[in-house]
């Protein structure tokens, strides 16, 4: 059973930096991908960053803001958000996605939830 951990959110002023952790434990399978997604009051939860061994995707509205790494090593996966906006308040959450081989079934892990203010 994966478990994990969030950390780094806040309230921040419009054109701040905020950089979110979280970290995995318990994974055993070497395919994996995390995945950071939001989800703002009254909205469906979206996809914001995902990032595998060897790419990484962007949301259109976040792309050249929002930076996705990971350190393999620690299995911790990061986002730098840099030029934040108001309106990318909303919980943030790790999802940490691992199949054993190519094809194989995929399990499915979230994090708690981490809440990002942006203030105008």
């Known amino acids: 059973q994966v478990q994990l951990v969030e950390s780094g959110g806040g309230l921040v002023q419009a054109g701040g930096s905020l950089r979110l952790s979280c970290a995995a434990s318990?994974?055993?399978?070497?395919?994996?991908?995390f995945g950071w997604y939001r989800q703002a009051p009254g909205k469906q939860r979206e996809l914001v960053a995902a990032?595998?061994?060897?790419?990484?995707n962007y949301v259109e509205s976040v792309k050249g803001r929002f930076t996705i790494s990971r350190d393999n090593a620690k299995k911790t996966v990061y986002l730098q958000m840099n030029s934040l906006k108001p309106e990318d308040t909303a919980v943030y959450y790790c999802?940490?996605?691992?199949?054993?081989?190519?094809?194989?079934?995929?399990?499915?892990?979230w994090g708690q939830g981490t809440q990002v203010t942006v203030s105008s």
């Open positions: 318990g994974s055993g399978f070497s395919i994996n991908t």
């Open positions: 999802k940490f996605s691992e199949s054993a081989y190519v094809g194989g079934r995929i399990y499915d892990y």
């Open positions: 990032i595998t061994s060897g790419s990484t």
